[in-house]
């Protein structure tokens, strides 16, 4: 049975739109079958990394921190799929970022040099085998999340293991005002769920469909600049 563990980055937990893409993709590959499992970077008490390498060169795979990472550790070394969750910021929210900057101890600190980088990869105790992404943003385009879809790949590269694919979704929070295209966009995202655990894989133009517009970028960008010019008269 596949173990999927999701980690959902976002402040808002629960109730974000982080968690409007997570939840169906989630519900669909526990239909298939698989255990599932969701963790929120928000609820975790979990400290910046030190950067001292202490857990590569002094006891290797231990951290020099005793916090929730602790809790973490052994839930991503029984996942066989890794799925990453967050909205953008600039780039990601801090929790979130903390906790990804903490992930050094389940990398071996041997390295290789891989496709013209130099790569580690994760200790062979850990499950791991893909790694997906699900980021959200608020505006229009989808390069917006170019920057946390290059870091989701980096961290897959650097454990050696599959990037699997990436359900990006930009301006998530219209999905409540354009509910036709959203059930459109939600019907792509259970497929995707569905094909990752029948398949192993996950179809281009069903991720594209989850990136769909549902709006025109003009139109967006508008209600921006509408809303900034509101908010500046209220201030002033």
Known sequence: MTK??????SARMEKGNTAMVLT???????????????????KLKIRPCMGDFQCWFDKVGECIHTDDMQILFPKM???????????VYLPLPGEFQN????LMPICEPILEFRNGRTRAKFHDDVNISKIVLVATG??????????VLHIAKEIAENGGVEF?????????????EFEEKALAVVDAIKMAGKQLIKQ??????????????LIAEADLRERYNRNY????????
């Open 164 to 176: 699997a694919g990436a359900l990006l979704r930009p301006h998530a929070f219209l999905m409540n």
């Open 200 to 213: 192993g894989k996950m179809n281009t133009d069903v991720l594209e469909s989850i990136s769909q517009p």
């Open 99 to 102: 906790l990804l900057n903490r």
């Open 4 to 9: 999927v563990l999701a980690i959902n980055g």
């Open 24 to 42: 169906p993709f989630l519900q669909s590959m526990e239909k298939e079958g698989a255990t599932v499992e969701v963790v929120y970077a928000k």
């Open 77 to 87: 070394k029984e996942a066989d799929i890794l799925v990453l969750a967050t909205p």
């Open 138 to 147: 608020g505006w229009w385009e989808k390069g917006n999340l170019d920057t």
């Open 229 to 236: 010019e509101r908010a500046k008269k209220a201030s002033s």
